[in-house]
């Protein structure tokens, strides 16, 4: 079973038909450690080597952030475009065959920013993917539920460009990681509407094994929270991931001939098909920053955000 909801006919015609958009994706974990910012650095590497032109956006704040497992560090970011200080060209980074943006700062100060930076910040990002097939997201997740004594709980995603966007959830292969996955997926389902969740196991032995994660996570939020789980792909244990960072490269680039580029360079190309929100599928990536910009204004949801990134 690749599908907890059958084959949607309709959907992967209207996805065919859309394929020129700029597709956003943002990839989330339910916890820390289970090797989220190493898949999108992949896959970003695996879509460029297809031929894709990709946008990556870094959420989270350093260390051991997106930039620096590759090396870099970003002498402008979205927040300085923002703030009138830089232009965008000036806060992208080029690596590995594809841009990276830092949005930390921008996210966590976006709700103090004044109407023309907004502006400045939706023109910005509107621009950078104006040119991008895809763009990656490596979403922020707090550790909130530790904050409040929660021990267990799994970790919450930001007001991010998640809000929007097609997810791709990445489900270690251990009992703890699928339950923390679980609970993030229900979380956005109950809180966020979302339906629909594009499914990688990480650190399966071999497929059956992923599948099994899989269909049995499929089946309890099927029948829990009626949304729809969607089999992608899963990456198997391979020691040249982590040499591959440790040269601050990609495996698809270091090691092509590795079991697991060849499992992200799988993965990448059914990402292309992962079905897109509704407010993506209408407005692209503007949408997804008016909506979150919506998200933020709104009190109760701002104060869990500053309580959850220490912000003031």
Same mark, same amino acid.
């Not at 309709?10 to 916890?31: F, Y």
């Not at 289970?34 to 990709?54: W, Y």
């Not at 707090?142 to 990445?170: D, I, N, R, T, Y």
């Not at 071999?206 to 969607?230: C, D, I």
């Given at each position: ?16 038909? @859309? ?18 910012? +190493? ?8 879509? *460029? ?46 690596? /590995?065959? #594809?841009? =990276? ?54 970790? *919450? ?27 993030? =997926? ?16 990480? %650190?399966?032995? /071999? ?6 994660? #899989?269909? /049995?996570?499929?089946?309890?939020? %099927? %029948?829990?929270?009626? @949304? ?21 490269? +990609?495996?698809?680039? *270091? ?7 060849? +499992?992200?360079?799988?993965?990448? &190309? ?7 929100? %509704? ?5 692209? =990536?503007?949408?997804?920053?008016? /909506?979150?910009?919506? &998200?933020?204004? &709104? ?14």
């Amino acid at each position: 079973m690749r599908s907890d909801g059958g084959a949607d006919q309709a959907e992967g015609l209207r996805r065919l038909l @859309v394929l020129n958009q700029t597709q956003v994706i943002t990839v989330v974990a339910g916890k820390a450690g289970v090797g989220r910012t +190493s898949a999108t650095i992949n896959l970003a590497a695996a879509l *460029a080597r297809s031929g894709k032109d990709v946008l990556v956006l870094d959420e989270n704040h350093g260390p051991n952030n997106l930039l620096d497992r590759i090396g870099l560090s970003a002498k402008h970011d979205l927040l300085d475009v923002a703030q009138g200080k830089y232009g965008l060209c000036e806060a992208i980074n080029t690596t /590995n065959g #594809f841009g =990276i943006l830092s949005t930390a700062r921008a996210m966590q100060a976006l709700a103090k920013l004044d109407q023309a930076a907004q502006q400045r910040l939706e023109n910005a990002l509107t621009e950078a993917s104006d040119g991008a097939d895809v763009v990656l997201v490596d979403a922020a997740l707090s550790a909130l539920g530790q904050a409040e004594g929660l021990a267990g709980k799994s970790a *919450a995603v930001l007001p991010s460009l998640a809000s929007g966007a097609a997810l791709l959830v990445l489900v270690d292969a251990t009992p703890s990681g699928i339950t923390e996955s679980y609970a993030l =997926i229900k979380r956005l389902a109950l809180k966020n509407a979302r339906q629909q969740f594009g499914i990688a196991v990480n %650190r399966a032995g /071999n497929e059956k094994a992923a599948m099994t994660v #899989f269909e /049995n996570m499929a089946k309890v939020a %099927r %029948r829990n929270l009626s @949304v729809r789980l969607e089999y992608l792909g899963y990456i198997p244990p391979d020691e040249r991931l982590k040499c591959a960072m440790q040269l601050g490269k +990609s495996v698809v680039e *270091a090691f092509p001939d590795a079991a697991s580029a060849k +499992s992200y360079l799988e993965l990448s &190309q059914k990402l292309l098909y992962l079905p897109m929100q %509704r407010d993506e599928a209408k407005g692209g =990536i503007s949408a997804i920053i008016q /909506n979150l910009m919506r &998200q933020v204004s &709104q009190p109760a949801v701002l104060t869990r955000y500053c309580e959850a990134s220490g912000a003031g």
